[in-house]
C-alpha cells in the first residue's frame, strides 16, 4: 500500500487483491465527481495515482473535480499514459530517434542503454503493403512477398529494435491494422502491473502515433494519436502534458434503421461534430441509443475522432463491452477486473446516468440515411441519393488551370463542366472501353475504420453474393481490393461463405493493413493512367477508409469518396458516381432487365444471421501467437549490437537532430530578417505538408534516390523511407496538390526564391536560402496541419529551415509537433492575416523576445515589405503550457527528455 497517498485503496476481485486509486476517497477530499464525464474521470484516476507534489498537485487533482461548476477549467496537468501504439510508417522514424539518443548518449561518455522505453510499447506493422497486385488468388502472396523484398531493411531495423530496446514488441507485416489488433487483442479496459505495493490496478489508457488511436476508446480506454517525438517522450517516461479538455457530449437515441449501416452513422456524426465545431476537445457519446449499438459500431465512430476534429471519441465500458471481450477471446479474469474496477470507481455506463458536459448534442438514430463523404473531406456528406447531383457541382469547383501530371478538367467559363475533346477511349484487357468523368477506378475495402465491424463486412460479402445471383459482375476498368484490419475477418467471411462472392467480383485479398487509405493503393492499368491524364478526366476512388484529402489515395484519382463496404462493392458494379442509386438501376440481370440497389441489398436479418457466426475461438487462434510472425520475418538476420551500426541504407540513415548536442541548450536568438517559404491557405493538412505517397522521378526525392543508383519502380512511397531524413525533408510541402500562393495558379511544391523571385521547388530554395544562412518562416491560414498526427510534417519543416509558422489557427497534434521540433508556432490575432497584410511572400519578418518567452505571450513580429515599409504586429505565442516552453528551450522534446535522462536537465 501507498503510505504517502491518501486515494489509495484495496480492489478484492476473487481471490485477487488490486491496489487502486479510489475516486469515492477523493471525493471525501476534494468533493464527488459522480457527475464528471468518465473521460474525465480517468484522467481523475491518472492524477490521483500520478500524486508528487510536483508535476501533479493536489490543486490539479481539485481543479478536475471543479470542472463540474463550469464545464471546463483553464488549467495544464500532465497525464501519464498506460502505454504506447506504434504503426510502421509513424513508428519507424521513433525507433530511428531511439536509436539516435542512444548514439549520441554514446557521444557524451554515458552509458546508451540509459535509453530505454519506460512504459509498454506496441509496435504494429501495417503501413507498407502496396496493392500492387489485386482480383486474382494470388495478389496476397504476392503483394507480401513484394513487400518483405521493398522493406527488407526497414524490418531488419525494427527487429533489431525489438531485442535491442526493452519493453517494445513489434507484431510483424501480414497480421492486421494497428487499431484493429488494439481494439480485437492489446486492449484491456482496465490495465494491471506489479509494484512494491502488490499488484496494481488503473485504467487502460495509451497515446499513439496514428490520429486513429481514438478507435479504442469504444473500449472505454482513452487515448488518442500524438505526434511521434511526443509519443517517443511518453514512452520515456515524460507526462503528456495537457490543458483539461472541455468535453462535448452526444446523446443517441432510437436505433438505426434497416438498410442503414455503422458507416452511414460515422459520416453523420463527423458532419453534425465538425459543424459544432470539437477541435481540442474530448467528445463523449451517453444515451439510451448506445444500447442498439455494438461494440464495433462504436468503434466506428470512435475511430473517426479526427475527422469530426476531437481529441478523441469516448464510449463508457458496460455490459457491451464485457460481451465483445468475451467475444474477442480475452480472458474471464480480465473481464471479472474490469467489471469490478469499472464498478468500483463509477465507470459503468448505467440507464439515464447523464454527466455535466460543457455542451450537450442530440442525434436521433432512426434519421441517420446512406451517406458518403467527399470528395476530398472527411466531413462533407453526401447523402446516397443526392450524390449525382453533388458530381456536377464538384466539377464546377475544380481550378481552371493545368498542371504537370494533373488530372483536372478544363471548364469554359465556369457552371455546367464543357465536354473535353480528348479522346477518352481505351483498351483494356481486348475490351474497348471509353471512360468518363466520375468513373470509379478505385473501390477498396480498406482501412480500420469499417474492417473492425462484422456487420457491414458481412453486408459488403451478401451484397456481392446477391449481385452474382443477378448477373452483376464489376465494371472493368474499377480496382478491387479487400485489406482487412485483421485476419479474423477473412476467417469469419470465409466461414460464412462470403469470401467466394467477394473474389468473383474481384475483391481478393490483398493484405492486411492499410493500404488504400494511407495511398498505398498501388497504380492502375497504365492504359487507364494515360486516359485519365490526357483526356484530364475527373475520375473517383469509393473506399471504406476514413481519409480522403487531395492527393492522398492516388495521383491520378482527384475525387475520393468514403463509403461503407457494401457501397464500396455497389459502386465498383456500377462503375461510376455519377448515379442515383436510391433510383436508377446499379446494371442489368441475365435477362437484361434492370437491377436496382435495393433487388441486392441485404436484410437486417439477413446481415445478423452471419454475424453470429463470428466466434470467439477465431480470435484465441489468429491472436495466440500475435508477436511471431512468418518464416520471411523469422528468418531476418538481426544485428546483436545495443546501439545501432548504421550501415549504408537508403532507408533508415542517422537523423541530424542531435549531432554537436551540448549537455546543457543554447539560449534562444530572435529571428532576424526571416524569408517566407510558403504562403498557404486554410485546411493545409500534415498530407498536404508531410511527405505521403508514392515518389516522383522528377521530384527533390526522386533525383536523390536516382543519385543513390535506386530505379524507379524500387523508390517505394515516402511513408516507407520515413527513416531517411535526406528523403523526408526532401518531400516535405511537395504534395502534387498543395496551393502556395507565392506561386499564383500552380499546384505542387514550388516557391519563389527571394529576392530574385525565381520559381523552384520548395526543398531547392531552403537549400539557397542555408547557404545563405536565411532564416524561414511558413504563413498559413485556419485550421493549419489538420489531418494524421505526421511527425515529419514538423521534422521536414525543421530541417528545411523553418523557425517559426504564423497561422490563424491550428490542429492540436501539429502545433505540438512543432513545439516538440523546436519550431515556434504563432497565431495571428483578430483582425490580422495574410490577406489583411496583403503579404506576397516578398516581405521579411523579425520576431524578437524569444529569449524571455513565456507561454501565451504576445509576441511582437516585424514585417519588411519590398518598397521598405514596415508594419509591427503582436502575434499570440501557441506554447501554451510550461512543460512545451521547456521544450522549446530545449530545441524539442527530446532533446529535452535525452538531457534528463542523463541528468543534465
Request: proline share 5%.
Amino acid at each position: 500500500m501507498s503510505q504517502n497517498n491518501p486515494y489509495a485503496d484495496v480492489l478484492k476481485v476473487a481471490e485477487q487483491d488490486y491496489q487502486i486509486f479510489s475516486l469515492a476517497k477523493a471525493a471525501t477530499i476534494h468533493g464527488t465527481a459522480d457527475r464528471l464525464p468518465f473521460s474525465l474521470k480517468v484522467l481523475l484516476e491518472n492524477l490521483l495515482r500520478s500524486l508528487d507534489g510536483d508535476t501533479v498537485t493536489v490543486q490539479d487533482i481539485q481543479a478536475l473535480v471543479d470542472w463540474q461548476k463550469h464545464g471546463k477549467a483553464d488549467r495544464e496537468i500532465a497525464f501519464r499514459p498506460a502505454r504506447v501504439l506504434m504503426q510502421d510508417f509513424t513508428g519507424v522514424p521513433a525507433v530511428v530517434d531511439l536509436a539516435a539518443m542512444r548514439a549520441a548518449v554514446a557521444e557524451l561518455g554515458e552509458d546508451p542503454q540509459k535509453i530505454n522505453p519506460l512504459s509498454p510499447v506496441d509496435l504494429v506493422i501495417d503501413h507498407s503493403v502496396m496493392v500492387d497486385h489485386f482480383a486474382t488468388d494470388e495478389a496476397f502472396t504476392q503483394n507480401v512477398a513484394i513487400e518483405m523484398e521493398r522493406n527488407l531493411e526497414r524490418y531488419t531495423f525494427l527487429r533489431w529494435g525489438q531485442q535491442a530496446f526493452a519493453n517494445f514488441k513489434v507484431v510483424p507485416p501480414g497480421t492486421g491494422i494497428c487499431h484493429q489488433v488494439n481494439l480485437e487483442h492489446l486492449g484491456q479496459s482496465v490495465w494491471t502491473k506489479k509494484t512494491a505495493d502488490g499488484e496494481q490496478a488503473y485504467p487502460d489508457t495509451l497515446v499513439g502515433t496514428d490520429s486513429h488511436t481514438t478507435m479504442i476508446n469504444a473500449l472505454g480506454v482513452l487515448g488518442w494519436g500524438v505526434g511521434g517525438i511526443e509519443a517517443e517522450a511518453a514512452m520515456l517516461g515524460q507526462p503528456v502534458s495537457m490543458l483539461i479538455p472541455e468535453v462535448v457530449g452526444l446523446e443517441f437515441t432510437g436505433k438505426l434503421p434497416a438498410g442503414v449501416t455503422a458507416t452511414d452513422l460515422v459520416l453523420t456524426v463527423t458532419a453534425q461534430l465538425r459543424a459544432h465545431g470539437v477541435v481540442g476537445k474530448f467528445v463523449e457519446f451517453f444515451g439510451d441509443g448506445l444500447d442498439h449499438l455494438s461494440l464495433a459500431d462504436r468503434a466506428t465512430i470512435a475511430n473517426m475522432a479526427p475527422e469530426y476534429g476531437a481529441t478523441c471519441g469516448f464510449f463508457p465500458v458496460d455490459q457491451i463491452t464485457l460481451d465483445y471481450m468475451a467475444l474477442t477471446g480475452r480472458d474471464a479474469k480480465v473481464i471479472a477486473r474490469v467489471k469490478a474496477y469499472c464498478l468500483a470507481q463509477g465507470l459503468w455506463r448505467k440507464p439515464g446516468h447523464q454527466a455535466i458536459y460543457t455542451d450537450v448534442l442530440h442525434l436521433d438514430l432512426s434519421t441517420v440515411v446512406p451517406s458518403l463523404a467527399g470528395p476530398k473531406r472527411p466531413q462533407d456528406k453526401v447523402t446516397l441519393s443526392d450524390l449525382k447531383q453533388h458530381c456536377d457541382d464538384v466539377l464546377a469547383l475544380q481550378l481552371k488551370t493545368t498542371t504537370e501530371r494533373d488530372t483536372q478538367m478544363v471548364y469554359e467559363g465556369g457552371g455546367q463542366p464543357q465536354p473535353d475533346t480528348n479522346d477518352s477511349h481505351f483498351e483494356l484487357d481486348g475490351q474497348k472501353i471509353k471512360l468518363d468523368h466520375h468513373a470509379v477506378v478505385i473501390a477498396a475495402i480498406t482501412s480500420c475504420t469499417n474492417t473492425s465491424n462484422p456487420s457491414v463486412m458481412m453486408a459488403a460479402g451478401l451484397l456481392a453474393k446477391n449481385a452474382l445471383a443477378k448477373g452483376l459482375q464489376r465494371q472493368p476498368w474499377v480496382k478491387t481490393s479487400l485489406a482487412p484490419g485483421s485476419k479474423v475477418v477473412t476467417r469469419y467471411l470465409e466461414k460464412a461463405g462470403l469470401m467466394a462472392p467477394l473474389e468473383q467480383l474481384g475483391f481478393n485479398l490483398v493484405g492486411y493493413g492499410c493500404t488504400t487509405c494511407i495511398g498505398n493503393s498501388g497504380p492502375l492499368a497504365q492504359q487507364i493512367e494515360k486516359v485519365i491524364s490526357d483526356a484530364k478526366l475527373n475520375v473517383s476512388a469509393v473506399l471504406s477508409g476514413n481519409r480522403n484529402f487531395e492527393g492522398r489515395i492516388h495521383p491520378f484519382v482527384q475525387s475520393n469518396w468514403l463509403a461503407s463496404p457494401p457501397l464500396v462493392v455497389a459502386f465498383a458494379l456500377a462503375g461510376t458516381v455519377n448515379i442515383d442509386l436510391s433510383h436508377e438501376p446499379i446494371g442489368k440481370n441475365h435477362d437484361g432487365k434492370p437491377v436496382y440497389l435495393k433487388d441486392i441489398w441485404p436484410s437486417n436479418q439477413d446481415i445478423a444471421n452471419e454475424v453470429a457466426k463470428v466466434q470467439s475461438s477465431m480470435f484465441k487462434t489468429e491472436y495466440a501467437d500475435v508477436f511471431s510472425g512468418d518464416a520471411s520475418w523469422q528468418d531476418i538476420a538481426v544485428p546483436k549490437d545495443k546501439t545501432y551500426a548504421w550501415p549504408e541504407s537508403s532507408y533508415i540513415r542517422q537523423p541530424s537532430f542531435f549531432q554537436g548536442m551540448g549537455r546543457q541548450p543554447e539560449p534562444v536568438k530572435d529571428i532576424v530578417d526571416a524569408r517566407m517559404l510558403a504562403l498557404l491557405g486554410d485546411s493545409v493538412t500534415t498530407d498536404h505538408i508531410s511527405p505521403a505517397g508514392s515518389i516522383k522521378d522528377s521530384s527533390p526525392a526522386g533525383r536523390y534516390l536516382t543519385g543513390l543508383g535506386i530505379a524507379k519502380d524500387q523508390f517505394n512511397s515516402y511513408g516507407s523511407r520515413r527513416g531517411n531524413h535526406e528523403v523526408m525533408v526532401r518531400g516535405t510541402f511537395a504534395n502534387v496538390r498543395i496551393r502556395n500562393e507565392m506561386v499564383p495558379d500552380t499546384e505542387g511544391g514550388v516557391t519563389l526564391l527571394q529576392p530574385s523571385g525565381e520559381q523552384m521547388a520548395i526543398y531547392d530554395a531552403a537549400e539557397r536560402y542555408r547557404e545563405q544562412k536565411t532564416p524561414l518562416v511558413v504563413v498559413a491560414g485556419k485550421e493549419y496541419g489538420t489531418g494524421s498526427s505526421r511527425d515529419w510534417a514538423a521534422k521536414g519543416t525543421l530541417l528545411l529551415g523553418v523557425r517559426a509558422v504564423l497561422a490563424e489557427s491550428y490542429e492540436r497534434i501539429h502545433r505540438s509537433n512543432l513545439i516538440g521540433m523546436g519550431v515556434l508556432p504563432l497565431q495571428f490575432l483578430a483582425g490580422d492575416d495574410r490577406k489583411h497584410l496583403k503579404l506576397t511572400g516578398a516581405e521579411t519578418f523579425s520576431i524578437s523576445g524569444l529569449n524571455s518567452l513565456t507561454a501565451k505571450q504576445k509576441v511582437a513580429v516585424l514585417i519588411t515589405y519590398p518598397d521598405g515599409e514596415q508594419q509591427k504586429i503582436n502575434m499570440l505565442c501557441r506554447i501554451d503550457t510550461g512543460n512545451e516552453l521547456s521544450y522549446y528551450q530545449h530545441g524539442g522534446i527530446l532533446h529535452y527528455v535525452l538531457r534528463r535522462m542523463i541528468g543534465s536537465a
